[in-house]
């Protein structure tokens, strides 16, 4: 949700701290501001104005080149309406001290009662004001020492939260805190970097370093000390950022949307490097010191939107070529009830991000029940990965779009490459059958580079459909996901009516809904699979009510000289939705375009959901 960026060193810190909030735009916010520091023990200067970022940018008519360290924030509206006065950053009432906050502080009430009963005067409705007025009072307390009052302040705290905050007495510091939130270092040469994405300073660094749970960072120009909240100093784990800057530009695309779905091949490929011999066998490393994966008896799938997707359609592929019963769970339902897990149960979790809060704490929680966790997740360092007994990074690249579209892909290729390792691994599959399903899975790239160079009729006829309201998705079999994510990307990005349909639930209750003109598009099951037929008759089911078939069906199958038809490549039956979901992006991205609507920004939505 929320983007957070800090800066401290030679540079004016405005520059790098307006690019940083420019970068995390993708995130979502209704709201942004800046807190710079200037003469050390005076106020510091905030400005903050409710709307997209040129709002702020149109009142900062100063450059500020005295500044060196500062900090910068985009607020999606949680406690409070996005107005100016809720913006971020919250300030003490001497003007002294200012904070950002990503996560909501459950205890903000009682908070703020003993804070006005202190004297501390508040001018927002936010939870996040309570910690600026708090840490005032720490600070004092504590000498001046803004590391130690911020963990004296966390201690007090409950919630999910990233915090930084500055102080005008030190005007070169940046202290942050973390609790169930992302937050990242950026290690530069004179100069540091606070952030809740690496892309926020990737122009200015490649050397990051990861905070752990409930952890004080201390930053400065010179250096980085890391603590827990004992203060205890702790050493935090290095890495290299393995994409630069120009990966998070648009590179020429109207849109970060429409430049991610072409590039999808290459994160195909890049997510695949490595994972074979030259001899076709499966080559997963990072499962092979996590032996319960072989033995399980029952495997849990937990995720959230998109990447729920992609679990049901990884599903078929566990079951059908491992033999290991698989269910898929919402993670934002899964610690509600009481499941039953045991140590024969391996969970594996799904998150872009790998800080989704729901997916998260479900992970947690089955932890807590004794199970093995793996994750699948694209961004290195995350929280998820961090406490998982193993994980499987997609590579897929920075992903900016809030709808997602190569990180899926890569999911569905990620939980492909767990089936056929168990099946390899524990001969549930021949040799050959295990060579000829990684020579598939080698053919995809090309495949879906096949179906991005014909898509100009697709664009030109999705554009046609732009005043419907309301369309329909039909699937069977592997295809009912992929329906499902064809009907969630278009509420996503044009703001419509849309729902997605396992073919054979029609006539149980969704047919009521066809009328004239209703647009449906219908995934065809390859040429030889068995429930080819039974689509079919939904097809024209829908067709005899006037419906405006729209149908994705590979080169062998014949198709009625009058519906619509979409062609993609003769595939693997469990690996088609991986071919079928791309003109399925390009609808709805289409539809976007054509009804106005925000692509890279959906309102209302925010790339990384980091609160429950």
Request: proline content about 4%.
């Amino acid at each position: 949700m929320c983007g957070i960026v800090g800066y401290t060193g030679e540079k004016a810190a405005l520059t790098p701290v307006l690019e940083g909030l420019r970068r995390l735009e993708y995130r979502g916010y209704d709201s942004a501001g800046v807190a710079l520091t200037t003469t050390k023990g005076e106020k510091l200067f905030v400005e903050k104005k409710a709307g997209k970022l040129a709002n702020l940018e149109a009142e900062l008519n100063d450059s500020h080149d005295n500044s060196h360290s500062g900090i910068g924030h985009t607020r999606w509206a949680t406690h409070g309406g996005p107005t100016d006065s809720n913006a971020h950053p919250h300030l003490s009432n001497d003007g002294k001290l200012a904070v950002i906050h990503n996560g909501i502080i459950e205890n903000y009430l009682e908070l703020r009662a003993e804070l006005e009963k202190r004297g501390h005067k508040f001018t927002s409705e936010t939870d996040t004001e309570s910690v600026a007025h708090l840490l005032s009072d720490a600070v004092t307390k504590n000498g001046g020492d803004l590391a130690a009052a911020m963990r004296a302040v966390c201690n007090e705290l409950r919630g999910s939260f990233t915090l930084l905050a500055i102080h005008s007495d030190s005007p070169e510091r940046i202290v942050g805190a973390r609790r169930n939130s992302p937050l990242v270092v950026g290690v530069g040469k004179g100069e540091n970097f606070l952030a809740s994405d690496v892309s926020a300073f990737i122009s200015y660094t490649k050397s990051a370093l990861e905070l752990g749970q409930d952890e004080v960072v201390d930053v400065t120009p010179s250096g980085v000390i890391v603590t827990n909240l004992a203060g205890k100093v702790i050493t935090p784990r290095a890495y290299e950022i393995t994409w630069d800057a120009s990966a998070a530009e648009r590179g020429g695309y109207p849109h970060f949307m429409l430049k991610e779905i072409f590039e999808q091949p290459k994160s195909i490929a890049d997510t695949l490097l490595g994972r074979f011999t030259e001899n076709s066998q499966i080559a997963i490393g990072e499962l092979d010191n996590l032996p319960e994966l072989l033995s399980a008896e029952r495997i849990l799938i937990l995720a959230c939107g998109t990447a729920y997707h992609a679990g049901l359609i990884g599903k078929y592929a566990i079951e059908t070529w491992a033999k290991i019963p698989v269910d898929v769970e919402l993670a934002s339902e899964f610690r509600y009830r009481d499941p039953v897990l045991t140590k024969k149960t391996v969970v594996i979790t799904i998150s872009q991000s790998g800080e989704t809060m729901d997916t998260l704490m479900a992970a947690r929680h089955a932890k807590s029940l004794g199970a093995k966790v793996i994750s699948i997740c694209n961004t290195n360092g995350s929280t998820i990965p961090r406490e998982s007994d193993a994980v499987i990074y997609t590579h897929a690249g920075p992903e900016i779009a809030v709808a997602s579209t190569k990180a899926l892909i890569t999911q569905i290729i990620a939980t492909a490459l767990i089936a056929l390792y168990i099946a390899d691994k524990n001969g549930a599959l021949k040799p050959s059958e295990v060579s000829g399903l990684i020579e598939e899975l080698l053919a995809l790239p090309a495949k879906v580079e096949q179906i991005l160079e014909t898509a100009e009729p697709l664009r030109e006829m999705s554009r046609g459909f732009k005043d419907a309201t309301s369309v329909l998705f039909l699937g069977r079999h592997v295809g009912y996901p992929a329906a499902l994510e064809g009907a969630l990307k278009l509420k996503e990005l044009a703001y419509m009516h849309a729902e997605g349909f396992a073919g054979g639930e029609l006539k149980h209750g969704p047919i009521a809904l066809i009328e004239s003109g209703t647009p449906v598009i219908a995934i065809m099951p390859p040429q030889r699979s068995e429930l080819r037929e039974k689509m079919a008759s939904n097809i024209q089911e829908v067709r005899a009510r006037g419906a405006n078939v729209i149908v994705i069906a590979d080169s062998e199958t014949v198709i009625p000289a009058d519906v619509h038809v979409i062609r993609i490549p003769v595939s693997n039956q469990l690996l088609q939705p991986i071919l079928a979901i791309v003109p399925l992006q390009i609808f709805a991205y289409e539809m976007a375009v054509a009804r106005g609507s925000d692509v890279d920004q959906p309102r209302n939505l925010a790339k990384s959901v980091t609160v429950e």
